[in-house]
């Protein structure tokens, strides 16, 4: 059976390693999520086979990282093998940015750092952020950034070549479409920037743009979950029309190759 | 296990001003997309209605769809005073002549440019009402306000809520509530576990499968029904019984 066809009949996909990059927990101000716990998420992972989740709670892109990132400690501890965390900064407390770094990432689990500009009223190339950059790089570890716009692209354009090692996931692949042009166009010439999937309005075909601009080794499955439901962008892939092994390079072997490069000395999951 | 049948709510073709890439246009290709996701069926409106003018795309719509049983076609309504559309009598009549069972409208800003009001679209929405036609009404086009006038004035018109987003529960729940006859389109409700929440709290008959096609994603509107964790036969609802029995309901002679 192929991958279209699981998803055609609404089967799990446990044929394949599915890893989301893209994930929250918690509750969100702005709306409703009628289940946002990681009981919950595991709930959603079943029914579609989604083996690992990389998390970064709400409360850590809104106002408190503490708060957020100690949820995401949570969840980690208690479902090892399917919850893997962000660290989770804001730049409007850059004081205790490299402390926060320290304090989490070390944790069994942690796998990366999770910026949210807009949210934090930010730039992406803010300075404050540097810490979280420089750990990145030292690491080789995923930094998963909300990008929205062009001149959100362009920052990580030029922070990609500034830290060459940092492994740059651009959440929302840029976000509105004509950003998305410039993002993929940015991921085709850095070998360390990614775009995810993870879209709320999902249009027609834009996986199969993706691939067709960038190749599918540099595009990832991302969900948002749960602040979207990732039964959309689950059938976005699994009913693309690309090929098998593409459809296995985004839904988990991009993300597994990413984790794989960490440096040594950092968490391992 | 079979795969799920679809009769979906609200499919287009035609050029748009915006094509975005990797989407498509031509009704050839909707066919096409319609069979992969499993679609038995649509019910379309043109482009050039909702882009251009409802009378003219209207008129290009039946000529595209005729001969095609699984492209049912949609009428793009407006208010008649300018002249520009008919009255509602006339438009009941030419409907039924051409065996219209739904409608949409684009009020918005960005489209048609009236307003939704009882002052200005009260006779129409009243033909509507009278002919059990369902009504498509896009969440972009209207606001909570004007849809509660809408339904409170005319409580037996069949309203399906189209283009919704993720972040609308704490109206949409009040309004579903209050109105029996408020439907919900799928495909935007990307509320994690909101499909399954609505059919606790609301069952599954306020949900009618569409997908948005060919502007928003058909695998991705087919995959929230096919993974949803509700019965089996909640999913055949949704996918496809709803919308018939509210057609069913129309009143064509």
């Not at chain 1, 595991?42 to 086979?49: D, P, T």
């Not at chain 1, 479902?79 to 962000?86: E, I, K, S, V």
């Amino acid at each position: 059976m192929s991958i279209a066809d699981y998803v055609k009949k609404g089967l799990p996909l446990h044929e394949i390693p599915v890893i989301d990059c893209h994930n929250h927990i918690g509750l969100w101000k702005a709306f409703h999520i009628p289940d946002p716990s990681a009981e919950g998420m595991l709930s959603g992972m079943n029914r579609l086979g989604i083996d690992k989740v990389c998390v970064t709670a709400h409360s850590s892109i809104g106002p408190d990282y503490h708060f957020g990132n100690d949820m995401v400690m949570d969840a980690v501890a208690r479902y090892p093998d399917r919850f893997l965390g962000y660290v989770t900064v804001n730049p409007n407390y850059p004081e205790d940015m490299e402390q926060e770094i320290r304090r989490c990432l070390p944790v069994k689990g942690f796998i990366g750092i999770k910026l949210h500009p807009s949210c934090h009223g930010s730039a992406v190339d803010n300075t404050n952020y540097t810490a979280a950059f420089e750990a990145a790089q030292k690491g080789k570890l995923p930094i998963l950034i909300h990008i929205w716009g062009r001149e959100n692209v362009a920052d990580v354009d030029r922070l990609s070549d500034r830290y060459p090692d940092a492994q740059f996931i651009m959440a929302h692949a840029g976000g509105d479409v004509l950003s998305m042009g410039y993002a993929l166009e940015v991921a085709g010439r850095h070998a360390n920037v990614y775009v995810d999937v993870a879209v709320s309005t999902a249009y027609e075909g834009n996986v199969e743009w993706f691939v067709r601009e960038i190749g599918s080794k540099k595009v990832l499955f991302g969900t948002d979950m749960p602040f979207l439901d990732p039964r959309p962008t689950f059938g976005r892939v699994g009913m693309a029309e690309i090929g098998e092994e593409e459809k296995k390079d985004i839904f988990g072997g991009n993300m597994q190759r990413i984790l794989d490069q960490r440096a040594e000395g950092g968490s391992k999951d | 296990m079979d795969s799920l049948k679809f009769f979906d709510c609200h499919c287009s073709f035609g050029m748009r001003s915006i094509r975005y890439p990797g989407s498509f246009y031509q009704k050839e290709d909707l066919i096409r997309k319609m069979k992969s996701c499993g679609i038995e069926k649509a019910l379309v409106y043109h482009s050039m209605a909702q882009e251009y003018n409802p009378e003219a795309g209207n008129q290009m719509l039946m000529e595209a769809v005729q001969g095609i049983p699984s492209l049912i076609p949609v009428w793009a309504v407006m208010p008649h005073h300018t002249g520009e559309f008919p009255e509602p009598d006339e438009l009941a009549r030419r409907m039924k002549e051409n065996a219209i069972q739904a409608v949409t409208m684009f009020p918005g800003a960005a489209d048609q440019t009236y307003s939704m009001a009882e002052w200005n679209c009260g006779g129409l929405y009243g033909m509507l009402e009278e002919q059990r036609v369902p009504l498509l009404l896009g969440m972009e086009q209207t606001a909570w306000n004007d849809l509660q006038e809408l339904l409170s004035r005319h409580p037996q018109l069949n309203v399906i809520l189209t283009n919704v987003n993720y972040r609308i529960d704490r109206n949409l729940y009040a309004m579903l509530e209050k109105h029996d006859h408020l439907f919900l389109e799928t495909y935007g409700y990307k509320v994690y576990g909101g499909i399954e929440a609505i059919c606790r709290r609301f069952g599954a008959r306020r949900l009618i499968f569409g997908s948005g096609m060919p502007v928003f994603s058909g695998s991705g509107a087919v995959s929230m029904i096919n993974y949803a964790q509700i019965s089996e036969e909640e999913k055949r609802e949704i996918a496809y019984k709803n919308l018939e029995n509210l057609l069913k309901g129309v009143r064509q002679a």
